[in-house]
């Protein structure tokens, strides 16, 4: 199946610091990627959808200026976590729609996940 | 708005024992539902889906049907494994078809 690839995996940082996450469609062009963060024993919470060419599109609470995304490509999205804060420490997980439309078939497909630590 | 009600965990099972993870939706319209699984240190996979009332998404043993009624795609299994251990999530698709939207997640511990 379609293969999306996140990096880092893992990524501990200083507070104030700012940190990006690279989610790439490896086999596939996505014209659009997703963005969400899960917090520890909770569900994962969608941030923003991210369109190949355009402004992301922010769920309602989650800070644009804090969270920046940038598609750039048909095949690579990036997540930067502006002037990080202990309270960011997450992790965070892309998924990315292959392109051609969603229909009815639902699949999207994950990437590892990117777990930040902000101390 | 559209959301997923999933039971809390954890479960912990025997090996060979039947699981139940309860989920219940509420949605505009007939939304197609989904289980992923999250095994641990791994990203999320599909295990299977449903996208119409009625429906049965089956893989790897896990079964759900879709049931209108109830609003409900709860995951069943008849004979668990270790292997089977892992988070279990349920989602919807919002009706826009842009976006998923997941439940809690429940997580699954079998022992030998």
């Known amino acids: 199946g379609a293969v999306v690839s996140q990096h880092p995996s893992r990524v501990i940082c200083k507070s104030g610091t700012s940190v990006k996450i690279e989610c790439r469609s490896l086999d596939f062009q996505a014209t659009t990627m997703f963005w969400y963060r899960q917090f520890p024993k909770q569900s994962l919470m969608l941030m923003a959808t991210?369109?190949?060419?355009?402004?992301?599109?922010?769920e309602q609470g989650v800070e644009k200026d804090k969270f920046l995304i940038n598609h750039a490509s048909l095949t690579l999205s990036t997540l930067t976590v502006t002037s990080a804060h202990p309270e960011d420490s997450s992790f965070y997980i892309c998924?990315?729609?292959?392109?051609?439309?969603?229909?009815?078939?639902?699949?999207?497909?994950f990437g590892e996940g990117s777990r930040l630590t902000v101390l | 708005g559209d959301s997923v009600t999933q039971m809390e965990g954890p479960v912990t099972l025997s090996e060979e024992a039947f699981l139940t993870i309860n989920c219940t939706y509420t949605a505009t319209g007939y939304p197609s539902l989904f289980w992923y699984v999250q095994y641990p240190g791994e990203g999320l996979q599909l295990l299977l889906k449903?996208?119409?009332?009625?429906d049965k998404g089956s893989n790897k043993g896990f079964e759900a049907t879709y049931r209108k009624e109830t609003t409900s795609f709860h995951l069943e299994k008849g004979s668990v494994q270790v292997s089977d251990s892992a988070v279990y999530f349920c989602a919807l698709l919002n009706q826009a078809g842009t976006a998923l939207i997941f439940g809690k997640g429940t997580t699954l511990s079998v022992s030998s």
């Open positions: 991210s369109n190949e060419g355009s402004k992301a599109t922010y």
């Open positions: 449903a996208t119409k009332a009625d």
């Open positions: 998924s990315a729609r292959v392109q051609g439309g969603f229909g009815n078939t639902g699949e999207l497909f």
